[in-house]
């Protein structure tokens, strides 16, 4: 008697006409990833058909009314708080509800709060940080039995988890290249912490765009600090006092800018008279600036929006989003 050969994921996929990872995903009854009720369906009759044992029967939930989001640090003033109103209002549109679970880095408390959710009936979970960065998912595995999406956080070894993040390469470009626009070609840059991402995403935002207009990086003009008023301050007095000064201040937050204010003020030299400036995170304070400052809008609500409708509507494929923000162009970098 010959031997049946035997069935494999692969062989499912090509019958279901879809991948092996979206195989592999439906028959772990997996729930990192959401996926249609018709694409499960279609897996798991194309595994029947070709006699493939090791189905796993999903478990539907039903009148899921909640969707978690645990974060890691509640910001204050910071930008990213749109996302968490957005994802909030977002929910209730869908008749859901948000819970924000803050667990502030206590990996401990991180625990309790995943076992809190394992015996809850969630719709889904958003990981989220408001710091951009890079995490390791795996202490939060047990969440694999629900649909999970990152948010402003990502797992550079999981790319199969649904992630949203915002393009801060692209909108450096899009400051820099603002600049170019109004004439100025010695544009310097004050950037945060060396190790953050959102620091080194917006640097070399600033560098490509200056090397694509054909313009030589000048390492003087650029100023690494610690996000501090203090710090960029100094820094914007050290590139002011260089024997060509820049014609323009490029500070990876409207914080910063505040520092520099300060500093060309000190040195009696206008904006933009003299010096066009622009921030980023358009925060309150940009509009409030005497001039009002140029700086990018981050698209905060719509990653937050993004997230939910996402887990409430579902998705065949992995969403690895990077959003473009909108420079919102004032005063400070307008000469008249």
Same mark, same amino acid.
């Given at each position: 008697?010959?031997?049946?050969?035997?069935?494999?994921?692969?062989?499912?996929?090509?019958?279901?006409? +879809?991948?092996?990872?979206?195989?592999?995903?439906?028959?772990?009854?997996?729930?990192?990833?959401?996926?249609?009720?018709?694409?499960?369906?279609?897996?798991?009759?194309?595994?029947?058909?070709?006699?493939?044992?090791?189905?796993?029967?999903?478990?539907?939930?039903?009148?899921?009314?909640?969707?978690?989001?645990?974060?890691?640090?509640?910001?204050?003033?910071?930008?990213?708080?749109?996302?968490?109103?957005?994802?909030?209002?977002?929910?209730?549109?869908?008749?859901? *509800?948000?819970?924000?679970?803050?667990?502030?880095?206590?990996?401990?408390?991180?625990?309790?709060?995943?076992?809190?959710?394992?015996?809850?009936?969630?719709?889904?979970?958003?990981?989220?940080?408001?710091?951009?960065?890079?995490?390791?998912?795996?202490?939060?595995?047990?969440?694999?039995?629900?649909?999970?999406?990152?948010?402003?956080?990502?797992?550079?070894?999981?790319?199969?988890?649904?992630?949203?993040?915002?393009?801060?390469?692209?909108?450096?470009?899009?400051?820099?290249?603002?600049? *170019?626009?109004?004439?100025?070609?010695?544009?310097?840059?004050?950037? &945060?912490?060396?190790?953050?991402?959102?620091?080194?995403?917006?640097?070399? &935002?600033?560098?490509?765009?200056?090397?694509?207009?054909?313009?030589? +990086?000048?390492?003087?003009?650029?100023?690494?600090?610690?996000?501090?008023?203090?710090?960029?301050?100094?820094?914007?007095?050290?590139?002011?006092?260089?024997?060509?000064?820049?014609?323009?201040?490029?500070?990876?937050?409207?914080?910063?800018?505040?520092?520099?204010?300060?500093?060309?003020?000190?040195?009696?030299?206008?904006?933009?008279?003299?010096?066009?400036?622009?921030?980023?995170?358009?925060?309150?304070?940009?509009?409030?600036?005497?001039?009002?400052?140029?700086?990018?809008?981050?698209?905060?609500?719509?990653?937050?929006?993004?997230?939910?409708?996402?887990?409430?509507?579902?998705?065949?494929?992995?969403?690895?989003?990077?959003?473009?923000?909108?420079?919102?162009?004032?005063?400070?970098?307008?000469?008249?």
């Amino acid at each position: 008697m010959q031997k049946k050969n035997k069935i494999t994921m692969s062989d499912i996929a090509r019958e279901a006409g +879809v991948s092996q990872a979206t195989v592999s995903l439906v028959l772990n009854n997996s729930r990192a990833i959401r996926l249609s009720d018709a694409t499960r369906e279609r897996v798991y009759a194309a595994a029947q058909a070709l006699g493939y044992q090791k189905i796993i029967v999903p478990h539907r939930q039903d009148g899921q009314e909640e969707i978690a989001m645990l974060l890691c640090g509640m910001p204050n003033y910071d930008p990213f708080v749109d996302a968490i109103s957005e994802a909030s209002s977002t929910a209730w549109q869908r008749d859901t *509800l948000l819970s924000v679970y803050d667990y502030g880095d206590d990996m401990e408390l991180a625990a309790q709060i995943l076992r809190q959710l394992d015996r809850r009936n969630c719709a889904g979970v958003i990981l989220a940080s408001s710091v951009t960065r890079a995490f390791d998912f795996s202490p939060f595995e047990p969440l694999l039995n629900k649909p999970v999406v990152l948010l402003n956080q990502y797992d550079p070894h999981r790319p199969l988890l649904p992630t949203f993040l915002p393009d801060d390469r692209a909108n450096a470009c899009q400051t820099v290249n603002h600049l *170019l626009a109004q004439g100025v070609t010695r544009i310097a840059h004050i950037m &945060g912490d060396e190790w953050m991402d959102a620091s080194v995403l917006r640097l070399e &935002g600033y560098r490509q765009t200056l090397e694509q207009a054909g313009i030589a +990086v000048d390492e003087a003009l650029i100023k690494q600090t610690d996000w501090s008023l203090d710090a960029t301050f100094k820094a914007t007095l050290e590139l002011m006092r260089l024997p060509q000064p820049p014609q323009a201040i490029f500070c990876a937050s409207d914080w910063m800018t505040l520092g520099c204010y300060q500093a060309l003020a000190t040195l009696n030299v206008s904006i933009p008279g003299d010096v066009l400036v622009c921030g980023y995170d358009d925060q309150r304070i940009a509009h409030q600036l005497t001039p009002a400052l140029t700086s990018v809008q981050l698209a905060y609500n719509e990653l937050g929006r993004m997230a939910v409708s996402y887990l409430c509507e579902g998705d065949d494929t992995a969403a690895h989003i990077r959003l473009v923000g909108k420079l919102q162009v004032r005063g400070s970098s307008q000469r008249t």
